[in-house]
């Protein structure tokens, strides 16, 4: 049974930090590629990162370039994405994906991803 399940979620103050946890639960990490999108009310779902277990290559979307950080922990089966100096429009829902195969540049693409978890709200107010 494939499982993501997402983590670390809250409110914080803009300029602030926040560090989400996607733990993944029956996977053969080495081949997938695990993305982090994020929806806001009213808007579609947008691709935030993304890294190969593999290689450890990693993508980013360029509103977020800079400001988060992708990394795995393939000992504790999760993935990390460290959000620092938010702004209040990364207020959304986030949701990590898992994808078998896909190429990195196409590693921000919602239809690339076969396995989702539920989100955990990220607000950014003062």
């Known amino acids: 049974q494939f499982q993501l399940v997402e983590s670390g979620g809250g409110l914080v103050q803009p300029g602030g930090s926040l560090r989400l946890s996607c733990a993944l639960h029956g996977f053969t990490l080495d081949y997938y590629t695990i993305g982090w999108f994020r929806q806001a009310p009213g808007k579609e779902r947008e691709g935030v990162s993304c890294i190969n277990l593999s290689h450890g290559v990693t993508a980013y979307a360029g509103s977020v370039e800079g400001r988060f950080t992708i990394d795995r922990d393939n000992a504790k089966s999760t993935v990390i994405l460290q959000m620092n100096s938010l702004k209040p429009e990364d207020t959304a829902v986030y949701y990590c994906?898992?994808?078998?195969?896909?190429?990195?540049?196409?590693?921000?693409?919602?239809?690339?991803?076969?396995?989702w978890g539920q989100g955990t709200q990220v607000t950014v107010s003062s």
């Open positions: 994906a898992a994808g078998v195969g896909i190429p990195i540049q196409d590693g921000l693409g919602i239809n690339e991803y076969d396995y």
